[in-house]
Every structure is written in structure tokens, then in C-alpha cells.
């Protein structure tokens, strides 16, 4: 986040930074926050690629509906490795770190949850 950014503008900020498109729109927060500590090797390559340090992230979760076409995504390569559309039922294969599955499934429940 921004000095004096709220979460919602940091999301959409970052989605059109990395995604290259301004369609999103925010459905829902999540009342959960992610917040973990990087590995010290990880802490060692943002510090050189960035100047600074930096301990971890803390995560803000949200639903969004992305409102473009396919062809409008136009991604950041040096921020995202790859992109796939994939059902609910197929992100659990594409999760790599530890618990993130189990992480993500407690947000999407709730999230969807009306």
C-alpha cells in the first residue's frame, strides 16, 4: 500500500498496474488478513531489487469481478510470471505455498457466503 491508500485503492491500483486493465470492480472484502514473515534469503533479494527491507507482507483479501474481455489483459512480466483462468475446482493444483489452499478456501467461503 501507498502512503494515505486505503485497501480497496491499493487493489485496484495494483490490479491495473500488474493486469494492465482498469475492469475490475471490488465485490467483496475479506475479514481475514493474511500476514507472514519472508524467508531471509527472500528478505535479501527484495532488499537489492527494491533498496529496502522487508520483513513480509500483510495481506488485505477481496472478490473481484474483472469486466473486460480476455484480450485486455495485458500483464506485467517483470511482476507475473504467468496467468490461466481456472475453475474453483482447478486452483488447488495451481497454489504452491504451504496452507495457501487451505488459506484461500476459508476467504472464498466466506466471501461468497450472502
Do not use: C
Not at 41 to 62: D, V
Not at 66 to 89: C, D, L, P, Y
Amino acid at each position: 500500500m501507498d502512503e494515505g491508500e486505503t485497501p480497496e485503492e491499493t487493489v485496484i491500483r495494483e490490479l491495473k498496474e500488474e493486469l494492465g486493465s482498469e475492469k475490475f470492480e471490488l465485490v467483496k472484502k475479506s475479514k481475514a488478513i493474511n500476514q507472514y514473515d519472508w524467508t531471509d534469503e527472500m528478505i535479501e533479494i527484495t532488499h537489492e531489487k527494491k533498496g529496502g527491507w522487508w520483513r513480509g507482507q500483510r495481506q488485505h483479501q477481496f472478490l473481484v469481478r474483472f469486466t473486460g474481455e480476455e484480450n485486455e489483459i495485458k500483464t506485467q512480466e517483470s511482476e507475473i510470471k504467468a496467468t490461466k483462468w481456472v475453475t474453483r475446482e482447478e486452483l488447488p493444483e495451481h497454489l504452491i505455498f504451504p496452507e495457501q489452499w487451505e488459506k484461500a478456501k476459508l476467504v472464498i467461503e466466506e466471501l461468497l457466503q450472502e
